[in-house]
Nanobody, 116 residues
Framework: QVQLVESGGGLVQPGGSLRLSCAAS????????MSWYRQAPGKERELVAAISTLGIGTNYADSVKGRFTISRDNAKNTVYLQMNSLKPEDTAVYYC?????????WGQGTQVTVSS
């Protein structure tokens, strides 16, 4: 079965950095569009960043442009989210999503907390 396992979350001070990873198995990763979403308490889940199958195309939420970078390594079946200049409003559970042939698969999420 498809498994997406996120890692790299934690507690960081404002202005700090974190790198999230999402390791995929059970699907053809190189044909999957990969995305990162986040959900803060009391808010809806929102798209943070997405990357095309070959990593050529990316798009970002306006709130993270210039601070976050999504990338992927198809040889390792892994997608990354480099987060710099973190702000308290970035605090949320971050989820990895794979879309393959109109089917969506989600990871279990990893908590990111930005606080001094």
């Amino acid at each position: 079965q498809v498994q997406l396992v996120e890692s790299g979350g934690g507690l960081v001070q404002p202005g700090g950095s974190l790198r999230l990873s999402c390791a995929a198995s059970g699907l053809t990763f190189s044909r999957s569009v990969m995305s990162w979403y986040r959900q803060a308490p009391g808010k809806e889940r929102e798209l943070v960043a997405a990357i095309s199958t070959l990593g050529i195309g990316t798009n970002y939420a306006d709130s993270v442009k210039g601070r976050f970078t999504i990338s992927r390594d198809n040889a390792k079946n892994t997608v990354y989210l480099q987060m710099n200049s973190l702000k308290p409003e970035d605090t949320a559970v971050y989820y990895c999503k794979a879309r393959l042939y109109s089917n969506d698969y989600w990871g279990q999420g990893t908590q990111v907390t930005v606080s001094s």
